[in-house]
């Protein structure tokens, strides 16, 4: 039960500050006057990816941000759970709300007429073909996740999480967390790097595990890399949704992202197979949902919304300083889309 | 500071071998736009918005593709991910999508037999440029595990039993075992400590923390290792690595003059004298019993069994030194 509660949590939370956030900003875009309210209104499908994946960035950067204050206050682990349950029921409460009063200004402005997307194109064989060839690569992939073998080099993160769990019986009331080295559960001899101290993965899986009372290995191995491909998915439907205005190209860009996430591995740009084994790490996370997010504001010109995982970033991975992925891609684009000849040329071409 | 290098240069295209396939692309794209080679003004008008991106992806594999010119990227990244993983920098899934996208209209003006068959060769062309994830290093797949290593689920019954003999003590249980259920303990629960952890050499991990072990945990380790590979108890080529440690403080009375079972003896009480509470080694056809039984009633110890699969083929003894 709690474990349906746990998929519940994962895959519908998101949906509220991403709808939120979606409503935010056709009010502002509707109040500017760039667009008209019925043609501004896209598919449900689409709408869903859209606030499913903003949703899922905003959720995070909200429980990172938590994470990071609650290690600087040297909580426990119960303390750090309370304060994600505090953050997170403000947060969802607020959007919340505001999608109540976007919804009861549209009625208000437009009356209860219901609007229609604007005339689309008919989509075709090849549009339900790909659809339900990327689906069902889908879920084969994740048919595969839980009979694959788990990655068990380098990554310490599923001994980390049991730690905090483990050391958080004994030491009710203090700090839990980095007690012991994950490795061994002997006290450190020679300490750690302050710099995991900010790290938000082991603690938002720690919590995630602690609340609902799932066994991590189950957690990590078979939740999260459901997860993850998930929002990724979606993210590429609304990357997708950006590029291209043709139906037909906006599915067929899909099942090619679908089809190189889930039948191939390209290094560290596209991770396919590592997913399957190890789909919880920090790298899934940047590399699937941050930098496509990254992208994707980029795409909409919505630099502000670049912030987002470039503040993420050194939060979720383990580094110790240096730029980001995340930030070089952003900053890279927005000084490559000012350059005069590219403007120029995209001007001309686009008319 | 993680120094940017390329010793492992094989890891490095391993985790890169996309690059200059994507690289072709980029300047094929940048030659239909810029150089209006393309006729189509569709595929011009799909990619003109986003020129930026292209520019970015061509300048981004161009960098990391060679070795020599990764460095710059590396100075600044290296720090922040391992040199394979700086691929990173390129979302390769959308970008790739986007190209292949965008140029499918090129296919309109070709045969359907021709198209077809050159929608396979493509896909099949992503499939060879791609690998199967994390390379496999040193006899270890992809996963990270060695040859013969019992999987996580196979050893559920051991982790179940050394959980619940714990529970039955206070925290401060120690214990002794072979590399795989070392791993696994910590992988199933959190409340159990182990005298080394997991891949103690493996220098990925000392970003996490800077413990190091002694000598005697590493002799301990050998040990173990050996018991489980060869599964017998008294390891008779222990005596050099023995004899680089002072044994003075140990119970020699205790062993009664046995060379037979000296060894394996003198690590029992090594690990006891390091406040080992316990004792897990794997037990199959060629583990002597006799010596089990030997060490066990000289240094009066108390032992079970425990069969996973049918005792004394894949199965564990747990040694109680407390």
Redesign the interface.
């Known amino acids: 039960m709690k474990t349906i509660l746990l998929l519940c949590f994962l895959f519908l939370c998101p949906l509220i500050p991403g709808f939120g956030a979606l409503s935010i900003d056709k009010l502002i875009r509707e109040s500017s006057k760039k667009v008209t309210p019925v043609s501004s209104i896209k598919p449900f499908f689409i709408r869903f990816c859209n606030a499913f994946s903003i949703g899922t960035v905003l959720m995070f950067f909200v429980l990172g941000l938590t994470s990071a204050a609650a290690s600087f206050l040297s909580l426990g682990l119960s303390a750090t759970s309370k304060a994600y349950a505090v953050v997170l029921i403000v947060f969802l409460t607020v959007f919340y709300f505001l999608i109540v009063i976007f919804k009861l200004a549209s009625i208000s402005k437009n009356g209860l007429v219901k609007n229609k997307p604007a005339s689309q194109e008919k989509p075709g064989k090849l549009y339900y073909a790909l659809f339900a060839a990327s689906i069902l690569i889908s879920v084969f992939a994740l048919l595969c996740t839980l009979l694959?073998?788990?990655?068990?080099?380098?990554d310490?993160m599923?001994?980390t999480?049991?730690?905090?769990?483990?050391?958080e019986?004994?030491q009710s009331g203090t700090s839990s967390l980095y007690k012991?080295?994950?490795?061994?559960?002997?006290e450190?001899?020679?300490?750690?790097?302050s710099r995991?101290n900010f790290m938000f993965m082991p603690v938002f899986y720690a919590v995630l595990a602690r609340t609902f009372s799932v066994k991590p290995?189950v957690l990590l191995w078979y939740i999260i890399p459901a997860f993850y491909p998930f929002a990724g998915c979606t993210l590429?439907v609304s990357?997708?949704d950006v590029?291209?205005k043709d139906k037909t190209?906006k599915v067929?860009?899909?099942f090619?992202?679908v089809?190189?996430?889930f039948?191939?591995?390209?290094?560290?740009?596209?991770?396919?197979?590592?997913i399957?084994?190890?789909g919880y790490r920090e790298?899934t996370f940047?590399?699937l949902i941050l930098?496509?997010f990254?992208?994707y504001s980029?795409?909409k010109k919505k630099w502000w919304l670049a912030l987002i995982p470039i503040i993420l970033e050194p939060l979720a991975?383990?580094?110790?300083?240096?730029?980001?992925?995340c930030f070089?891609?952003a900053v890279?684009?927005f000084i490559?889309?000012k350059?005069p000849f590219?403007k120029r040329?995209?001007e001309?071409?686009?008319g | 500071?993680?120094a940017f290098n390329f010793n492992n240069i094989n890891d490095y295209i391993y985790?890169?071998?996309?690059?200059a396939i994507l690289l072709i692309a980029c300047i094929i794209a940048l030659f239909l736009?810029?150089g209006r080679i393309s006729k189509s003004d569709e595929i011009?008008?799909?990619i003109?918005?986003?020129?930026?991106?292209f520019?970015?992806v061509l300048?981004?594999y161009a960098l990391l593709v060679f070795p020599l010119t990764a460095f710059l990227?590396g100075k600044?990244?290296?720090?922040?991910?391992p040199p394979?993983?700086?691929?990173?920098?390129?979302?390769?899934?959308?970008v790739?999508?986007?190209l292949?996208?965008a140029f499918?209209p090129l296919l309109n003006g070709l045969k359907r037999s021709v198209a077809i068959i050159s929608v396979i060769m493509l896909?099949i062309l992503?499939?060879l440029?791609?690998?199967?994830?994390?390379a496999p290093v040193n006899n270890?797949?992809?996963?990270?595990?060695r040859e013969n290593e019992p999987?996580?689920e196979e050893c559920l019954p051991i982790l179940e039993k050394i959980v619940e003999i714990d529970s039955d003590k206070a925290?401060d249980y120690?214990i002794l075992a072979t590399p795989s259920v070392t791993?696994y303990i910590?992988?199933?629960?959190?409340?159990?400590?182990?005298?080394?952890?997991?891949?103690?050499w493996?220098n990925?991990?000392y970003?996490?923390?800077?413990?190091?072990y002694s000598e005697e945990v590493n002799a301990l380790y050998q040990w173990i290792c050996y018991e489980d590979a060869y599964g017998c108890f008294y390891y008779r080529d222990s005596t050099s690595i023995l004899d680089d440690f002072d044994y003075s403080s140990l119970d020699y009375d205790a062993l009664d003059g046995s060379e037979e079972y000296l060894g394996g003896t003198k690590f029992v009480l090594l690990a006891k004298e390091l406040g080992v509470d316990a004792i897990c080694f794997s037990v199959n056809e060629k583990t002597d019993r006799k010596a089990i039984d030997y060490i066990t009633e000289k240094l009066s110890l108390s032992g079970e069994f425990f069969g996973v699969g049918s005792l004394l083929t894949d199965g564990y003894y747990i040694l109680y030194l407390n």
């Not at chain 1, 999480?161 to 050391?167: A, D, E, K, Q, Y």
């Not at chain 1, 012991?180 to 002997?186: D, E, F, S």
């Not at chain 2, 394979?84 to 920098?89: Q, V």
């Not at chain 2, 440029?129 to 994390?134: F, L, R, S, V, Y």
Request: with cysteine; aromatic share 14%.
């Open positions: 694959s073998k788990k990655y068990n080099a380098g310490q599923l001994e999480v049991n730690s905090f769990l483990g050391t019986q004994l012991v080295n994950p490795l061994t559960g002997l450190y001899t020679n300490g750690y790097p995991l290995y590429f990357i997708g590029l291209f190209k067929m860009f899909y090619v992202c089809f190189l996430l039948c191939t591995n390209l290094g560290a740009g596209a991770l396919g197979f590592d399957v084994y190890a790298m940047v590399s930098v496509n990254t992208l980029c795409l991975v383990s580094c110790k300083f240096g730029i980001g992925a070089a891609l890279s684009l490559l889309s350059l590219v040329f995209s001309k071409e686009v | 500071m993680a985790n890169n071998r996309i690059m736009i810029i011009r008008k799909t003109a918005p986003n020129l930026h991106v520019i970015y300048c981004a990227p600044f990244q290296s720090v922040f991910y394979t993983y700086l691929g990173i920098l390129i979302p390769t899934v959308p790739l999508a986007y292949i996208t499918s896909m992503m499939l440029c791609g690998n199967m994830g994390i270890v797949d992809h996963a990270g595990y999987s996580f925290y120690l791993k910590h992988w199933y629960s959190g409340e159990i400590r182990t005298l080394y952890g997991r891949d103690m493996d990925s991990l970003s996490m923390h800077y413990d190091q």
